[in-house]
């Protein structure tokens, strides 16, 4: 059986929630494009995505409009997160680990501004 990623890599790193988002696409995207992941694997991402554009829906928007919405995103959350978990395990971690080394570098670069500071004062009566 294959070996479990420890839970302590896919906890959200500091950056917010739409930086961990863009790290997740980046995972399935780079997972898609490895040979060492099953080709039939590759389709639950592709499935989950087609599912979001297509016409009919499991609960329809027309009775209730908001649930219509909320059950396209929970098909294509549950796709993507089965994906990951479905990958073998040592592929998903050589990814996320070259990905926070990128997001490091990258925070790095970010981390200095240089800048100025200019007190004024309030002339009004």
Not at 10 to 16: L, N
Not at 60 to 88: K, M, N, Q, R, T
Request: aromatic share 8%; hydrophobic share 45%.
């Amino acid at each position: 059986m294959a070996k479990k990623i420890p839970t302590s890599l896919m906890k959200p790193t500091s950056g917010g929630m739409l930086k961990d988002l863009v790290m997740r696409i980046k995972l399935i995207l780079r997972l898609m494009g490895d040979r060492r992941v099953n080709f039939f694997l590759k389709f639950l991402p592709i499935a989950s995505l087609a599912y979001l554009f297509w016409p009919a829906d499991l609960i329809p928007g027309l009775v209730l409009p908001i649930i219509g919405a909320v059950d396209d995103a929970a098909i294509l959350w549950l796709g993507s997160y089965l994906f990951v978990e479905l990958c073998p395990p040592e592929v998903v971690q050589e990814h996320l680990e070259k990905l926070r080394q990128e997001r490091h570098n990258l925070d790095l670069d970010d981390e200095i501004v240089e800048g100025e500071a200019t007190d004024i004062e309030d002339d009004t009566p």
